[in-house]
């Protein structure tokens, strides 16, 4: 069995795929697939950052140390990701123009934005402690993971409304009156 580094990115989007259980809360199947990438390729940090309603992003699920819990818009590496919709590839965080450090540990970071019907609703960030560590493999395979959370995200959102407009057809609220 070959053992590159893409060898091993296929093998994890397949295994996450398949693990995708429809019926819990989506964050459960973003937690699973997080920390499989996580363990598996060596991640310092793994997680999501979130659009807010405000526009800015919110700490989402994640694997690791504890994190930063707001990012603005177009502010440090998840921002920028989020602003731009194009991946951030940062081989020495210390460089880059207004970096926020979550964690002094942190030495390189990609961030892969997630995106759904032509806007970053949420960013893949993930985090090394070493210098250089992410490359154009990392950078392919971890924006399709973000497709696949995207995905899931947009599927599960699709079955909330549908549900929703369902509980409202065949389960009207009680305090609605009805028409003559």
């Not at 295994?15 to 499989?36: F, R, T």
Request: aromatic share 10%; with cysteine; proline share 4%.
């Amino acid at each position: 069995m070959s053992d590159s580094k893409a060898d091993r990115y296929g093998m994890l989007l397949r295994q996450a795929a398949a693990m995708i259980d429809e019926h819990i809360p989506v964050e459960g199947n973003v937690l699973n697939i997080l920390s499989l990438f996580k363990e598996e390729m060596g991640y310092f940090w793994c997680g999501l950052y979130l659009r807010c309603e405000d526009g800015n992003l919110g700490l989402g699920p994640f694997c690791g140390l504890p994190a930063c819990t707001k990012i603005t818009l177009g502010k440090g590496v998840c921002g920028t990701a989020a602003f731009k919709r194009q991946t951030q590839m940062v081989p020495d965080v210390s460089l880059f123009p207004g970096y926020i450090a979550c964690h002094a540990e942190t030495a390189s970071e990609i961030v892969v934005p997630g995106i759904l019907r032509g806007r970053a609703w949420f960013v893949l960030d993930v985090d090394s402690v070493e210098i250089n560590y992410f490359d154009a493999t990392d950078q392919l395979y971890l924006e399709q993971l973000a497709k696949l959370i995207a995905d899931l995200y947009y599927r599960t959102a699709r079955a909330c409304t549908i549900q929703s407009l369902l509980q409202r057809e065949f389960f009207p609220i009680h305090d609605e009156q009805p028409q003559d």
